[in-house]
């Protein structure tokens, strides 16, 4: 079975869990041509991601006047559909912030990936991300494309929810990675459409889980991986840090990754005089993300908004309790006292208190809290049998197709 993925930026260091549900896709017999439109030129310091770019097909690699041609193509071809696809793209921009010159050139991407996934021999595509992912995809479908489906992660687009109703109606189904995301998506569905919307939660493979046992580190050390970004919560990171330093509790911490807040970081931990303590690495290869987790004793992310973030299944796999918010998907994830700690979103008091709990708890109640959350994650993430609810959606959807 042929398929298409269809994604904004692909491959993006912070989104391997797209690339990990492909290749178990592909394990699992199907065959996935990879379409995005960014991501050529982006550095990529894991070699799974590198080989992910060299399969990938860009809308824009050649700039917005390569869409030229398929535009006018798809004109003289199928103007009727091309009339269909301008009407819904305006029907589309009235509910966003983006003026519809953005729409219409949603409309010729997807002009563009019509006859890609045809020569492909695509009897499908699936979309990640609800926003724009989404709308290039439906407007193909109504190009002639393939049916399409789609995965929500969250929290953008639920913030943004542009269209959702409309392109969930279109779809053959809709994935949420959590049963909050799924509730957020049956706010804004028909009720004849919520028996499309089904819970599928991102997965592991197994070389998260066939590391053996890692000692628990006596080093007070916690790490934050993320996109350093105003919804993971850094900033109250580094005032909780502040606040745990200026106690005289021994504390380091590591933020693993890099983004637009990363500036405004670095001055705040000079400002606490932190620069001892607190360490910016930078984006990581996933190798890298294994060896940052298992040198600390938990995982903190102390997020204002999110979806349900995979850094908490690495964590658990790997046998380290984690420290988050309780929002969206993460309390159906973490269970506090068992395998971490839940705090109150933007709480610096309740979390300097879970963070002082961890770093003064004994090695075995941290590796105890470690095997638990390892269970956890076995039991609900593995990639094999997430996937494989993926795979029978999408050939009990062609089978529907074909009757």
């Not at 983006?98 to 409309?107: G, L, S, T, V």
């Not at 563009?112 to 492909?120: C, D």
């Not at 998260?208 to 000692?215: L, R």
Request: charge should be neutral.
């Amino acid at each position: 079975m042929k398929i298409a993925y269809f994604v904004n930026q692909y491959p993006k260091v912070s989104h391997s869990f797209i690339r990990r549900e492909i290749l178990e896709l592909e394990r699992q017999g199907f065959e996935v041509q990879r379409l995005a439109i960014h991501g050529w030129d982006e550095p990529l310091p894991d070699i799974a991601d590198q080989r992910e770019r060299d399969q990938t097909l860009y809308v824009l690699r050649h700039g917005i006047l390569g869409l030229a041609l398929p535009v006018l193509r798809t004109l003289f071809t199928s103007p009727l559909r091309l009339l269909l696809a301008l009407r819904t793209a305006v029907r589309l921009s009235r509910e966003s912030d983006r003026p519809f010159p953005y729409h219409f050139a949603y409309i010729a991407e997807a002009c563009r990936i019509v006859p890609w996934m045809r020569e492909f021999g695509a009897c499908r595509v699936h979309a990640h991300f609800g926003n724009n992912s989404t709308e290039v995809v439906l407007l193909a479908h109504i190009l002639g494309g393939p049916p399409y489906s789609f995965t929500i992660h969250g929290p953008g687009e639920f913030s943004q929810p542009v269209g959702l109703t409309e392109k969930i109606r279109g779809s053959s189904f809709v994935v949420a990675v959590s049963s909050f995301g799924r509730s957020q998506l049956l706010l804004r569905a028909s009720q004849e459409d919520w028996r499309k919307i089904t819970v599928i939660r991102c997965g592991l493979e197994t070389a998260f889980f066939d590391v053996p046992p890692h000692p628990v580190t006596t080093v007070p050390r916690l790490v934050c991986i993320g996109r350093l970004c105003a919804e993971k919560g850094q900033v109250l990171l580094i005032e909780a840090a502040a606040r745990i330093v200026g106690a005289g509790v021994p504390l380091e911490l590591v933020l693993a990754g890099d983004g637009p807040m990363r500036s405004e970081l670095e001055r705040q931990i000079a400002k606490h005089g932190l620069g001892p303590h607190v360490q910016i690495t930078g984006w990581v290869s996933g190798d890298r993300v294994r060896e940052e987790l298992l040198a600390a004793r938990a995982l903190v992310l102390p997020s204002f908004a999110e979806g349900l973030p995979v850094v908490l299944m690495e964590a658990m796999a790997l046998r380290r309790p984690v420290l988050a918010t309780y929002i969206a998907g993460i309390p159906e994830l973490v269970e506090p006292g068992r395998s971490g700690w839940l705090v109150p979103a933007g709480s610096v008091d309740e979390l300097v208190a879970a963070m002082q709990e961890c770093l003064a708890l004994p090695p075995a109640v941290i590796r105890e809290m470690g095997d638990a959350g390892h269970d956890r994650i076995i039991a609900r993430h593995l990639i094999k049998s997430e996937v494989s609810k993926l795979a029978e959606l999408f050939r009990s959807s062609e089978l529907r197709v074909n009757a």
